[in-house]
Structure formats: C-alpha cells, structure tokens
C-alpha cells in the first residue's frame, strides 16, 4: 500500500465548474497536510495545508480533511484554465520529518 | 524576499561524469531537503539537512550520491560516476524547521548521455 494515494486522473472540468480532488494515506498518526500544485516543467508550489479536521478555505481553495477517514480533499470552485495543473498531495510523517507525497492528479480545465 | 534557488537549472553530462548541483535556501529555513522527480514520476526523497545535526541520506538511491550543507545554508548534492537513470530533475525545498511547509526551488533537470 503506497503511503499516499491519488487518484492519477486526467480530471477534465468545464471552466466554471468545481474540481474535486482526493487523497488518502496510510499513516494514521500524520498531523499536517499539503497541497501543492505543479504546472508541466515547473516545480511544486503550495497551494494549502491543514492540519485540523474540518474545511479551510482559502479564496477558490477549499481543503478538507478527516482523519478519522485518513482522507484530505482539495476543492477548487469556479475553475479556470490557469488551474490546469498536476496537483499533489503531502503528508507529514507522525514519526519523522519527512513529507511522502503522492503521484499527483493532473486537473485539466476546459474553456 | 527571495525563494530557493538552484543552479545550474538544466545540465547535460556524458554518462560516467560527476555533476554536482548547487541549492541556495531561503535565508532563515533551517531544514534543507533534496528530492529527485523522473518524467511523470512522483517526488522522491532522497536526503535532508536539519541545523547541525547528522542529515538523513536514507533516500539516496547509491553510494554515488552524496550531499553536503555548508554553514547551515548552501547544500551541493554530488552524483558520481553518472548514469542514464540518473537523468531527472532535482529538486530542493527548505522549510523554516521541520515538519513545516516546505518551499520548493525551480530545480536542476539533469540529462546524461
């Protein structure tokens, strides 16, 4: 079982529309969680992190986590095609320092 | 301010070469980590720098790989003896202590040939 999972997409969305977005992970003692977002030959840029259970909402971001569920989302409301983009999902390990990261899903907005 | 910065940021190298790559953090950030992306791949870890202490080098594919940070601040990571499956881009963050958000650099794409 990998660390942390995305689902690889292509995740295709009308402009406008809402991106929704999910990763779990494996390590049910993690405390933080990020996402980050990487556009095609860039490096990874945060977007969000959370570290309690609950939403947090930052302008069209919405992070959402349970850990009951081991379970991070990441919603983005009326996308745009500047979003188009592989998003990934890290997770701070609850022993180390370590971020593992997921494969990323690659988000592609339609105009 | 400024953010991590990396040099060379494209570097092409005849296989059995040594590279060495060059990571400048955000003045300040005390944790310093290496990760390595390949084509479509996802991050790998590959080594981390906190302050002082010891650094975890438990990613590190090879004994041909090798770091070091200088006075706490600029890190080279060093590839020996390069290999076609060393081709990837190079990644460094640095994060103001550990377990905190980590701030990536525009990396170092390495192709050998």
């Known amino acids: 079982q990998k660390e942390v999972e995305q689902n690889s997409g292509p995740l295709s969305v009308p402009e406008g ?10 390590d ?3 405390q933080s969680f990020f996402w980050y977002r990487q556009y095609s030959g860039k490096s990874p840029e945060l977007i969000m ?29 009326d996308s745009q095609p500047s979003d188009s983009a592989t998003y990934l999902c ?9 971020l593992s990261f997921g494969a990323g899903t690659t988000v592609t907005v339609r105009a | ?13 005849e296989k059995g070469k040594d590279v060495e790559l060059r990571c400048d953090p955000i003045s300040g ?9 390949s084509l479509g791949q996802g991050l790998e870890f590959l080594i981390y720098f906190q302050g002082n202490s010891a650094p975890d080098k438990s990613g590190l594919p ?7 940070r200088t006075g706490g601040s600029v890190s080279t990571l060093t590839i020996q003896r390069t290999q076609q499956e060393d081709s990837a881009v190079y990644l460094c963050a640095s994060s103001p202590r550990d377990r905190e958000v980590q701030f990536f650099g525009p990396g170092t794409r390495l192709t050998v040939l």
């Open chain 1, 17 to 26: 529309a809402i991106a929704s977005l999910n990763c779990t992970y494996s």
């Open chain 1, 28 to 30: 049910r003692g993690s």
């Open chain 1, 49 to 77: 992190f959370i570290y309690s259970n609950g939403d947090k909402e930052d302008g069209r971001f919405t992070a959402q986590l349970n850990k009951a569920s081991q379970y991070v989302s990441l919603l983005i409301r």
């Open chain 1, 90 to 98: 890290a997770v701070g390990s609850s022993n180390d320092y370590k």
């Open chain 2, 1 to 13: 301010g400024a953010g991590v910065s990396q040099s060379p940021s494209n570097k092409v190298t």
């Open chain 2, 29 to 37: 950030h005390t944790a310093l980590y290496w990760y390595r992306q």
């Open chain 2, 62 to 68: 090879s004994d041909r790989f090798s770091a070091e």
